[in-house]
């Protein structure tokens, strides 16, 4: 039996009745760029996030680097992140002029390694760049102190991680910034592009609100350049049903990694497991197998949909290298990278097609 990778019909399905009024609505009213929908959402995702403030803007992509500007970050700067994770995570430290500086993954997790953080801190370090890969929070108390030591505002990744929780608290106040996306295929997807800043920082707030109308909101005048970059009305109306729905498709996802991890138990593959102070949110179900691209093959032969997140780390891509040093090793990244296989998982997927994929793993090996 064919089970897709991601199906995002089953879910439309089951909202189009409130969806497309909505989208009517919209249209009729013919306000489609910061109108009164997109000012309701962000109050209402900044009480779900427990935050101060939320700025809606085009992508998860344009909320990392409007979050690098609001902080000052720029030409000749360093902002440390981690070296395994989507482009995006590393690109937007290069868009804004300055130099990526990567760290390894911990030990079993996908996402930085803290320990590792310090040895790369320069007098030139500007920020350190959290990203919260496949929906599961970084452990931030020891990143926190040591930015604190250090003086280092945090950015953090949220884009795969809408709703994740860190020690009982929602990703998103726990620093200066957290950016989010909401790319289709997200957690709370909208129907194109969309993004938004969460902070408690007033004047990140403010120069976010200006940034994204290129430099300043209501004026012919100009303090500093921005760019144009604003979610717009649809997306916002969208969102805001959506959002409503977001926490029982968090519990779906949760019993479909369970459900994983019951049935793949004792085969030569690493599952990703819950952790009592941090609440994944299982953006993507990703395994670990030393035979990963066979396993890969005998899925899709089955018609069993399965990717790569992600197949070459930062240090080796050709965009960043001359920012390594040829002393510099990132083992358990490159591990990563060889071997990480995303399994299908979205709310509506049946307990059956779990069933019918865990089957299907377990014949591979036999």
């Known amino acids: 039996m064919a089970v897709p990778f991601l199906d995002l019909k089953r879910q439309y399905q089951t909202i189009s009745s409130e969806i497309e009024p909505k989208l009517v609505q919209v249209a009729q009213s013919q306000r489609y760029v910061l109108g009164p929908e997109v000012d309701a959402f962000e109050k209402e995702i900044a009480a779900y996030l427990g935050v101060k403030h939320a700025v809606g803007v085009a992508s998860g992509t344009d909320a990392l680097i409007l979050s690098l500007k609001a902080l000052g ?21 290069r868009w804004v002029g300055a130099r990526p500086v990567f760290v390894d993954v911990a030990k079993h997790s996908f996402n930085i390694d803290p320990a590792a953080i310090a040895k790369k801190i320069t007098k030139k370090t500007k920020a350190i760049l959290v990203v919260h890969l496949f929906g599961e929070p970084a452990e931030m108390d020891p990143v926190k102190k040591l930015a604190a030591k250090h003086g280092l505002p945090i950015i953090e990744d949220a884009c795969q991680a809408i709703g994740a929780e860190y020690q009982g608290v929602k990703i998103g106040g726990l620093t200066e910034s957290a950016c989010y996306s909401f790319y289709p295929t997200k957690v709370l997807g909208c129907f194109g592009d969309g993004g938004l800043l969460a902070t408690n920082s007033d004047q990140v707030y403010h120069a976010v609100q200006d940034l994204r109308v290129h430099g300043a909101k209501g004026s012919d005048d100009r303090a500093t350049i921005g760019t144009n970059s ?4 649809l997306q916002a109306a969208v969102l805001r049903i959506k959002l409503r729905k977001l926490e029982a498709w968090i519990a779906a996802r949760r019993h479909c990694a369970a459900k994983y991890r019951e049935l793949l138990a004792g085969l030569p593959v690493q599952t990703p497991q819950d952790k009592p102070h941090l609440g994944h949110t299982y953006n993507s179900f990703v395994i670990t197998s030393e035979k990963r691209d066979a396993l890969m093959a005998q899925l899709r032969s089955k018609e069993i949909g399965c990717a790569i997140y992600y197949s070459r780390p930062f240090h080796l891509m050709t965009a960043f290298k001359k920012f390594v040093k040829p002393q510099e090793k990132f083992p358990r990244s490159l591990i990563a990278s060889k071997s990480a296989l995303a399994l299908p998982i979205f709310p509506e997927l049946h307990d059956h097609e779990i069933e019918t994929v865990a089957e299907a793993i377990k014949q591979f090996y036999g």
């Open 230 to 233: 604003r979610l717009d009305e």
């Open 73 to 93: 970050v720029g030409h000749n700067d360093e902002v440390i992140t981690c070296d395994y994770s989507f482009f995006s995570s590393a690109g937007v430290i």
